[in-house]
């Protein structure tokens, strides 16, 4: 049974139960092992984020998911042991992302944002964090992940596993 750590920021938003809720739905469809790290004593998004990383250990895959946000169910089946990044993707909106190719080359800053998931032995070997307090966060994290490995590593899936509706509220 594959074990995965997901890592939710929280500003305690209601839509949080709703991000839980496709989490659950994945462990009983697909058999896996959730670790839910539900982090909301940081300041901002990259530190909660952080602090679940700090909780990582001994799962397969760790997942970010942000509490206005959800998974697909089957989204689990796309974490393939032979890569390390599986880029999971989004719809934002009415916008896909990555928008153009589904591939490794088309990802850079504006065309990927959290819908990411890292093997947890690579996160581990690797130990990069999130800067805090910067514009695009989430690129600044994954960039050098990408660096890390190569591109017959990184995974972007063709169907779309990550929702991120255009909230109206901001953290």
């Given at each position: 049974m594959m074990k995965i750590d997901y890592i939710i920021p929280t500003v305690n938003r209601p839509s949080l139960e709703r991000t839980k809720k496709y989490i659950e739905l994945e462990r009983v469809t697909n058999e896996t092992k959730p670790n839910?790290?539900?982090c909301d004593k940081g300041k901002c998004a990259s530190s909660n984020r952080n602090l679940g990383l700090e909780q990582v250990k001994d799962s397969d895959w760790i997942v970010f998911v942000d509490d206005d946000d959800w998974l697909k169910v089957g989204h689990s089946k796309e974490l393939d042991k032979n890569f390390d990044i599986v880029v999971l993707r989004m719809l934002q909106g009415d916008i896909k992302i990555p928008r153009g190719c589904v591939c490794p080359e088309n990802l850079w800053y504006g065309n990927v944002g959290i819908n990411f998931a890292l093997q947890t032995d690579f996160y581990l070997k690797n130990k990069i964090k999130f800067q805090e307090g910067?514009?695009?966060?989430?690129w600044l994290f994954l960039r050098p992940h990408l660096f890390k490995t190569n591109k017959e590593r990184v995974k972007v899936t063709k169907d779309?596993?990550?929702?991120?509706?255009?909230?109206?509220?901001?953290?």
């Open positions: 839910l790290i539900i910067k514009l695009g966060e989430d779309i596993f990550y929702f991120a509706p255009v909230s109206k509220f901001k953290n």
